[in-house]
Each structure stands twice: as structure tokens, then as C-alpha cells.
């Protein structure tokens, strides 16, 4: 499986809401498209699921144009829109025909998705009594139905209270095991729990294309913290003065510390920290989070 995007763009009112966009996803890929709100992540996603048009471009999957492989993709909406008044499995038989998938196959399928996506007995509830968790696990399950090679998910948990959102990640980290999955959100906890790529996006714009492991290595500052614990001000005036310190800041009683070379000048500061007494809970290289990183790209 490989899907293209190339030189994507898509304006409204005269806006370009996804600007000249490239990217390519491959087989046993879970990326995540992640920017702020407006950012242009749900345009890029319906068109990606054919649902709008690019102006410019084109959006190719297995090198076929995407409008004849739309069998080969599984979509769920930010918010799935299902009939309330429908049992969960006269549901998915229902949106399963809709995709082409044969009755008798959907018979067969449709008990094992239900167990997949956690809803084993709730097949003949109505899905107006569903909570919101549940409902986006059907999504889920219709969006599996026609065994997709490429699932699109668009805010997947961005509307869940906390056990639906617990609930549906662990589903996205199952389902991931077997099919390339590229969701979009501005929750970074979850895009970093459970994607290995990332495609940042800001005004339309893709900003990074990178790794989890890469990101964080690029963007790493020369920092150590040290969580101590009892503030202890002769050796802060200490550290203050050695050489290799270039900044610090006290953060309760945690002290982090931007030194020349992380290296070589952490093996210095334990030692300085040791020859003091310095009773400390924790030292390690502080490390920024995908939340940090985002910030500063998406603001900068």
C-alpha cells in the first residue's frame, strides 16, 4: 500500500486552507497529522477520503487515482453520523452493503468486528442509547468492515470524555498491528502514544515530516534537570558560577540546568552535586515534549 499526495491545495473564500501539501504514507505506517485547530488537518483529510476535491494536485493510492480506490479505505468522521434508531448490527449490515461488502460475507464479519472494537453484546442496541465512546467504536468497526488497507481518522478522541478516549486508543493501538492508519488530531498525548510518524501542519502549510525519536533529537536543548529535595541555595549559587553552565532556573525544587556540552558536563554537575551533600531525588537530560516541540513550531 502506498499512498501519494502530491502538490495538494484547496482553498475556500479565496484562502488557501491546504497550501501545495506533499506527503506519502506506506504499508504498516501509523501517522499522525497533528496542527492546531484550523490548520487545515480535516480538508486534507476528506480529501484524502474523496469526500472534497483538490484544486491542484493529486492524491494517488497504489498509483491509481484515489476516486477508484476508495474500496481500499476505511473512513470515521470526527463525529459519526448513524440513524438512533438502528440496532449496532443492522447498522454495520447496512453501511457494509453501502460499501459493496455482500450480505452473507457481512453475516459472517460482522459478530468479529463487534468483538474487536469491543461492542459484544451491544449488537441489538440502538445506537441512540450509545454513549459517545460507543459510538465512535462502531465508527470504528464500519470503517473496518470492507478490510481497508488505509484507515483515515479524523479526531478520532478529541470529543470522548476520559474512558471513551482510553477506550478507543486502545482499540486504534489493536487495529494498527494490521492496517496502515493515518489519524489526525491536536491532542499530542495521544499522537505520541500512538503514532510512530508525525506530519505537523500549521496554515495548510506541512511544517515537519519526522519521527518521534528525530523530532526529539532536533529539538533537543543542552539540559539537565535535577529534582531535589530541599531547595538547597549554597549549592544553586554553586552551579550558578561553574564554567560550563550557561543558564538555570529553579522550578519549584526542581533545577533545570542548560550546560555547553550535555555530555561531558553531566558526569561534572553530579560529581559538583555529590562533593555538596546534595540530598536529590532525580537527575537526568530533560527531554522536551512533542507538546514543547509543537509549540515552538507552531507559534514561531
Known sequence: MK???RNVT??????NVVNNFTMEIKTGECVGLIGPNGAGKSTLIKMIADIIKPEEGEIL???NKITKMKREIGYLPQYPNFFNWMTAKETLMFMGQLSGVQKKDLINQI??????????????????????GMKQRLGIAQALLHKPSLIIMDEPVSALDPIGRREVLNIIQEIKKETTILLSTHIL?????????FIIIKD????????????????RDNQLAVELVNIDLEWINVVRKLPYVEEMKVIG???????????????LLLKS????????????IRRETLEEIFLKLVVR
Open 253 to 267: 525544587n526542581t533545577l533545570e540546568i542548560k550546560v555547553e556540552n550535555i555530555y561531558n558536563n553531566k558526569k
Open 111 to 132: 459478530p468479529e468486528i463487534l468483538r474487536k472494537v469491543g461492542l459484544q453484546g451491544a449488537e441489538n442496541s440502538k445506537v441512540g442509547t450509545f454513549s459517545g
Open 273 to 284: 552535586a555529590i562533593e555538596h551533600n546534595v540530598d536529590f531525588v532525580k537527575f537526568e
Open 204 to 219: 495548510g502549510l506541512k511544517l515537519e515530516d519526522t519521527t518521534l525519536l528525530k523530532l526529539l533529537h532536533h529539538n
Open 3 to 5: 499512498l501519494e499526495i
Open 61 to 63: 493510492l497504489n498509483g
Open 189 to 197: 498525548n495521544d499522537a505520541e502514544e500512538i503514532c510512530e510518524r
Open 10 to 15: 484547496k482553498s475556500y473564500k479565496n484562502k
